[in-house]
């Protein structure tokens, strides 16, 4: 069983920045691919943020230039560096992990199998 826990979320103005992180416990975090989702009141759950174990990386449109996703193999941790944050991007924001991965990465969140709890981001105007 793999655990999963962020943090790093809050609030921030409009046009600042917010860096989350998420460690993993159990497993073996180098193997799996991660992913950051995000959850807003009354819409489904979308792809923000992917990083196959390769480290090859993907994000969704709306946060492209803006978002970064990383991994510290070291620190079994991943992280989503926000920058130019807008009040759209208010959601609570998860972490996911994929065993059995490769160089691909996967934006459906059927695609992952651990989740952690989730973080509250909230962008002011």
């Known amino acids: 069983q793999v655990l999963l826990v962020e943090s790093g979320g809050g609030l921030v103005q409009g046009g600042g920045s917010l860096r989350l992180s998420c460690v993993a416990s159990g497993g073996t975090f180098s193997s799996y691919g991660m992913g950051w989702f995000r959850q807003a009141p009354g819409r489904e759950r979308e792809f923000v943020a992917g990083?196959?174990?390769?480290?090859?990386?993907d994000t969704g449109d709306f946060v492209k230039g803006r978002f970064t996703i990383s991994r510290d193999n070291d620190k079994n941790t991943t992280y989503l560096q926000m920058t130019m944050m807008n009040p759209e991007d208010t959601a609570v924001y998860y972490c996911a992990a994929r065993r059995f991965s490769t160089f691909r990465v996967f934006t459906s969140p059927v695609q992952y199998d651990y989740w952690g709890q989730g973080t509250q981001v909230t962008v002011s105007t």
């Open positions: 990083i196959s174990p390769t480290g090859a990386s």
